[in-house]
């Protein structure tokens, strides 16, 4: 049985989250930051601390701004002790105050009585949702590793498949210097975002660098610079490169589409031969330009089947010239 996704709270606090526009402070529970947060959503509700527990999700965050600071306040010191104990037993992994309201000094012992992390932060309550609920959301997002190559091309995600020496570092290397861009190369990290859309980014070890038989590891930033590269791109397109084999049939019109599944979500493919004496880059330019022009909803190989087929419709439609016509046609020409 597999496991659900989830990030712990050292995890997100190591994440840089303050890259994103929220510092975290850790202030007690240091003890439990391997407790694992399992939902992107947020809760906000002063109603754990009155008891009420019903609308409560386990592996949430859990929200403490002004009105439960000042709810906490208004008890006295039994009292708040009472409350805490009963919100702070939930399966909850961290409680984040936000605001920078200073906490009462109840929840400072109750949150490491507990062992549950205490976070504060002096970004104001609805901002602090929106960013940590985008944060959690690129932490919790399904992942997968592809032996591939992810380009940026006019614009458009291109990730470059194929065995292992065909020529996808070199394809890219070929892009760059007519002007694209690098996101990966021999290892694209693709998450899954929302419901239709793929993230394709480098790991962090190998980013910038590529590697080419016979030259060695080679840092396109520092060579072409930074407007060489980028962090992260949507997967558009793959363009699936293949061995030449003078015996196969390959795609000669575009007319049927064939799609490449990653993490459940289908993106256009391509399968583009490689064989001596065909620019594979230039194609691959090309095949991100004609992408863009059918997102646009201009489809050239239906286009131009449709004109036949409208030629050939009227042909059909035209009646065939007379014996007499074709009499008079012959004399008038022999006349001249």
């Given at each position: ?81 009472t409350s805490l104990r009963l919100a702070l037993t939930l399966d909850f992994p961290c409680v984040v105050i936000t605001g920078g309201f200073t906490p009462p000094q109840e929840l400072l012992v109750e949150a490491e009585r507990a062992r549950l ?7 104001a309550t609805p901002t602090a949702i929106a960013k940590l609920s985008s944060l959690l959301e690129d932490s919790l997002a399904e992942r997968t590793m592809i032996h591939a190559v992810l380009m940026d091309v006019l614009g458009l995600g291109v ?178």
């Amino acid at each position: 049985m597999s496991l659900p996704p989830g990030v712990t709270v050292a995890g997100l606090l190591s994440g840089r989250p303050e890259a994103f526009g929220l510092p975290l402070e850790l202030l007690a529970g240091a003890k439990g930051v391997d407790r694992v947060i399992t939902s992107p959503h947020i809760q906000k509700t002063g109603l754990a601390l009155a008891g009420f527990h019903e609308y409560l999700k386990p592996g949430r965050v859990l929200i403490f701004g002004e009105s439960e600071i000042r709810y906490l306040e208004s008890l006295d010191s039994a009292g708040r002790v009472t409350s805490l104990r009963l919100a702070l037993t939930l399966d909850f992994p961290c409680v984040v105050i936000t605001g920078g309201f200073t906490p009462p000094q109840e929840l400072l012992v109750e949150a490491e009585r507990a062992r549950l992390p205490l976070l504060k932060t002096a970004v104001a309550t609805p901002t602090a949702i929106a960013k940590l609920s985008s944060l959690l959301e690129d932490s919790l997002a399904e992942r997968t590793m592809i032996h591939a190559v992810l380009m940026d091309v006019l614009g458009l995600g291109v990730l470059i498949a194929g065995e292992s020496g065909i020529g996808k570092s070199e394809c890219a290397l070929d892009l760059i210097v007519r002007g694209h861009r690098l996101v990966a190369d021999d290892t694209v990290d693709v998450r899954r975002r929302q419901e239709t859309i793929l993230i394709g980014a480098c790991p962090e070890l190998t980013r910038h660098h590529m590697e080419l038989r016979g030259l060695g590891v080679i840092n396109i930033k520092e060579l072409f610079g930074i407007a060489s590269t980028r962090s992260s791109k949507r997967v558009e397109l793959v363009v699936q490169l293949e061995r030449w084999v003078p015996t196969r049939e390959y795609e000669r019109l575009g007319l049927d589409d064939a799609f490449y599944e990653i993490l459940g979500l289908r993106v256009p493919l391509l399968k583009m031969p490689v064989a001596p004496g065909r620019n594979i880059a230039i194609l691959v330019e090309v095949a991100a330009r004609n992408q863009l022009l059918r997102q646009r909803g201009h489809h050239a190989a239906r286009e131009l089947a449709q004109r036949l087929d409208a030629s050939l419709r009227a042909q059909a439609l035209t009646p065939p010239p007379s014996p007499d016509e074709e009499d008079e046609e012959i004399e008038s020409g022999g006349g001249q």
